[in-house]
């Protein structure tokens, strides 16, 4: 069965960086189009980037562009999430997801993701 585990996740000062990774398992990663979402307390679960099965395409919510960077490596099954400039408002729980049908063009919508990882805790203090 399709199996997405993201690690990476801490407490981190403002201005610090960490990186995120999901290890995906149980399906053709390589034809999937992956994503970033992630949920702060208290409010929705949100779009952070999203990138195509090849990497040739990549969208980046405007809260995060310039500081975040995803990337894949499809001969390791693992897509990252490299997060720089960390601000405390970008604190929230992230998760990795995987489009609901292989190919076509990356989403930034939730519903348009069939697969999710239990998430990692990103702690971004001031």
């Known amino acids: 069965q399709v199996q997405l585990v993201e690690s990476g996740g801490g407490l981190v000062q403002a201005g610090g960086s960490l990186r995120l990774s999901c290890a995906a398992s149980g399906f053709a990663f390589g034809i999937w189009n992956m994503g970033w979402f992630r949920q702060a307390p208290g409010k929705e679960r949100e779009f952070v980037a999203a990138?195509?099965?090849?990497?040739?395409?990549?969208h980046y919510a405007d809260s995060v562009k310039g500081r975040f960077t995803i990337s894949r490596d499809n001969a390791k099954n693992t897509v990252y999430l490299e997060m720089n400039s960390l601000k405390p408002e970008d604190t929230a729980i992230y998760y990795c997801a995987a489009a609901q049908t292989p190919y076509g063009i990356p989403s930034m919508r939730s519903s348009d993701f069939g697969s999710w990882g239990r998430g990692t805790q990103v702690t971004v203090s001031s």
């Open positions: 990138i195509s099965r090849s990497g040739g395409t990549i």
